[in-house]
């Protein structure tokens, strides 16, 4: 292991990898943490951690929320979820970097109301914006339509103008 990390400093050192390049892979990797830290505190409905995560300013757009600012009202959207699906689960299927973005694709699965003949299952992507390891911009996009009609996270049956 010290050999290796020596090596990776005499390459660092020799310029044979432009620091920029170097620089851009750290930046990646904690975007990429604070995306799979975001995914761990949903399955743990920790809506505190959540809201920690997303920075003060953080902005959230998604088809049930077009558009939301702040950290809190993004926490209090999933803890509507939670309420509305209490065995709700994110399967993270890809996580995926470029330029400033991380790209998500997951299922949410569960069941609306805790209703075991109530199965919820829905593929989602979700692109994020993350700066100083806080998320500042979450768009999210997925299909409304639930085999029973479309229904919004929280259980409502609203419809849209264009549903």
Same mark, same amino acid.
């Given at each position: 292991?010290?050999?290796?990390?020596?090596?990776?400093?005499?390459? +660092?050192? =020799?310029?044979?990898? %432009?620091?920029?390049?170097?620089? @851009?892979?750290? #930046? $990646?990797?904690?975007?990429?943490?604070?995306?799979?830290?975001?995914?761990?505190?949903?399955?743990?409905?920790?809506?505190?951690?959540?809201?920690?995560?997303?920075?003060?300013?953080?902005? +959230?757009? =998604?088809?049930?929320? %077009?558009?939301?600012?702040?950290? @809190?009202?993004? #926490? $209090?959207?999933?803890?509507?979820?939670?309420?509305?699906?209490?065995?709700?689960?994110?399967?993270?299927?890809?996580?995926?970097?470029?330029?400033?973005?991380?790209?998500?694709?997951?299922? +949410?699965?569960?069941?609306?109301?805790?209703?075991?003949?109530?199965?919820?299952?829905?593929?989602?992507?979700?692109?994020?914006?993350?700066?100083?390891?806080?998320?500042?911009?979450?768009?999210?996009?997925?299909?409304?339509?639930?085999?029973?009609?479309?229904?919004?996270?929280?259980?409502?049956?609203?419809?849209?103008?264009?549903?």
């Amino acid at each position: 292991m010290k050999a290796a990390a020596t090596g990776l400093v005499f390459v +660092l050192a =020799s310029g044979l990898v %432009p620091t920029a390049i170097v620089a @851009a892979s750290v #930046a $990646d990797a904690k975007a990429v943490d604070a995306v799979r830290w975001k995914f761990e505190a949903f399955n743990k409905h920790d809506v505190d951690a959540i809201e920690r995560i997303y920075a003060n300013d953080a902005t +959230l757009s =998604s088809p049930d929320y %077009p558009s939301l600012t702040g950290n @809190a009202p993004i #926490a $209090d959207t999933y803890r509507k979820i939670f309420d509305a699906i209490p065995d709700a689960q994110d399967k993270l299927e890809t996580v995926e970097t470029s330029g400033k973005h991380v790209y998500a694709q997951f299922v +949410l699965t569960g069941h609306l109301n805790g209703a075991k003949d109530k199965p919820v299952s829905v593929r989602i992507i979700s692109v994020y914006a993350v700066k100083n390891g806080r998320i500042i911009d979450d768009t999210t996009y997925y299909d409304r339509k639930m085999p029973a009609g479309p229904r919004s996270f929280d259980g409502s049956r609203g419809r849209r103008e264009h549903d």
